[in-house]
């Protein structure tokens, strides 16, 4: 079973950075496959915030375009977020898998909160 663990999580206040970490050791496809960045905010369903190919083209929400920006590196099968601008209503528990995520397989996630 594919095993992510998710990190870089903290308190930041709003129009704050954060880079958040992801390893995918156990996924042996890591480099082909699309990997993403979803998150739960309090009261709601996990969402998707980015994805990310094999080859590194990237798509985001509309919500965090131009603020976040999502990359990796296959080799240490590692995939990054990074955030800027952040606003209070991103607050939430950020997750990586891959995209989509057809077997369910979830890490425990990072909290991500933002508030002054």
């Known amino acids: 079973q594919v095993q992510y ?3 870089g999580g903290a308190l930041v206040k709003p129009g704050g950075s954060l880079n958040l ?6 996924l042996i496809m890591f480099t082909i496959a699309t990997m993403g960045w979803y998150r739960r905010a309090p009261g709601n369903g996990r969402e998707l ?13 509309d919500s965090v375009n131009d603020r976040f920006t999502i990359s990796r ?11 800027n601008k952040l606003k ?8 990586c898998a ?13 909290q991500v ?3 002054s």
């Not at 915030?49 to 929400?61: K, L, P, Q, S």
């Not at 296959?74 to 990074?82: A, E, F, I, R």
């Not at 891959?98 to 990072?110: A, C, E, K, L």
């Open 5 to 7: 663990v998710e990190s």
């Open 21 to 26: 970490t992801c390893t995918a050791s156990r």
């Open 49 to 61: 915030v980015a994805h990310i190919d094999g080859g590194g083209r990237a798509n985001y929400v």
């Open 73 to 83: 590196d296959n080799g240490k099968k590692t995939l990054y977020l990074q955030m």
């Open 88 to 95: 209070p209503e991103e607050t939430a528990v950020y997750y």
């Open 98 to 110: 891959m995209y989509p995520n057809r077997d369910n397989s979830w890490g425990q996630g990072t």
């Open 113 to 115: 909160t933002v508030s």
